[in-house]
């Protein structure tokens, strides 16, 4: 038998980095206490925890109570200003949290430099709006949020800017052994040179059931189109069709909007360039209905697109009979083709 050799500090670090960093969904805090118990070495365990928890914190997007009912705020790469420190940029504050306790214990006002000039302001501020209604409606228990993530200092058109849409879901039910999250990041470029608008979104789905057993889904989808302004004639000829039949820019994108279920993503992306190319400045607000209607529709394809591979059975509420299967006729029929018993 070989014999066993003791791992050396930082092995062990790397390892207790490893299960925590892997922890599925609200459930860090527990996988640290087992880790503590099965380390046994504070100077370890306070290493591997202070490294890993801002990590997993940001990677989960997790949501923590700002004091004083002073709001929500998303701890994620987006809005990290410093050490610990991360914007709201719908409450213009920001956040001092202590990652390992997973709170907020201290809230300041953001400066003039952390948040986005007036102009860019408007067409995040009209975003936020137009997400968090989609959000609201879409995940019971999520939290959504709309950075600027390029361009900050932009004053006026003739310029690029980039805005970020993060939208965050957790149900945690440790009680019934199940907990789940769901994930996602919208990057929104606007290429005023270039007339173009660039969308890619990331999703990520991840569950983890373990009633007497251990179960664990970590589903990812990328998505991304990008189109030229001046390549939407076809588009451009009906619209001037629609125009001449007495209906404005705003019905035209509604009668369209209206049927998404039957649009795939890049026609969606057209319809809503073509509607802010009309305009020779887009209404900020315009802007973030089209693109919310981007997001709502491809969001909605990839949950369809999941509900679809789980199979429909019955709920019983009962366990199967392990110990007596024969009373099931598939059990008989194997049996019987097999030739068992004979």
């Known amino acids: 038998m070989a014999e066993e050799v003791e791992l050396n500090p930082k092995q062990k670090k790397e390892i207790a980095k490893w299960f925590l960093l892997n922890s599925p969904a609200g459930e860090i805090q ?16 306070d290493e591997a925890v202070s490294e890993s928890f801002p990590i997993y914190n940001k990677s989960h997007m997790i949501c923590l109570q700002m ?93 690029n800017f980039e805005l970020v849409v993060v939208i965050s879901a957790c149900r945690l039910s440790p009680q019934n052994f199940c907990n789940g999250s769901w994930r996602s990041v919208w990057t929104i470029e606007f290429q005023d040179e270039a007339q173009v608008l660039e969308v890619k979104g990331k999703l990520q789905v991840g569950a983890h059931y373990f009633e007497e057993g251990n179960v664990q889904l970590d589903a990812k989808h990328e998505c991304g189109d990008s189109t030229l302004f001046q390549a939407i004639y076809e588009l451009l000829a009906k619209y001037m069709a629609f125009n001449l ?71 019983t509420r009962t366990l199967f009979p392990w110990h007596n299967t024969s009373q099931f006729s598939l059990t008989r029929e194997i049996t019987k083709e097999l030739g068992i018993g004979k």
């Open 30 to 45: 527990y996988v640290a206490k087992d880790l503590r118990l099965v380390l046994n070495d504070n100077e370890v365990y």
């Open 67 to 159: 004091p004083a009912g002073a709001g929500d705020v998303l701890v994620t790469s987006f809005g990290e200003l410093g050490e610990n420190e991360y914007l709201d940029p719908r409450t213009a504050q920001v956040a001092i949290v202590d990652h390992v306790k997973q709170v907020c214990t201290e809230v300041r006002p953001a400066t003039d430099e952390e948040l986005s000039s007036a102009y860019v302001e408007e067409f995040r501020s009209a975003l936020d709006v137009e997400i968090l209604k989609y959000a609201g409606e879409a995940y019971p228990k999520g939290v959504c949020s709309v950075y600027c993530t390029k361009g900050k200092e932009v004053e006026g058109p003739g310029f």
């Open 245 to 315: 039949l007495g209906l404005d820019a705003n019905k035209v994108v509604g009668i369209v909007i209206g049927r998404t279920i039957l649009l795939d993503f890049s026609a969606m992306l057209l319809i809503s360039i073509l509607y802010m190319k009309l305009i020779v400045i887009p209404s900020p607000d315009d802007s973030a209905i089209s693109i919310s209607n981007i997001l709502r529709h491809h969001e909605t394809e990839y949950l369809a697109s999941l509900e679809d591979l789980r199979r429909k059975l019955p709920v």
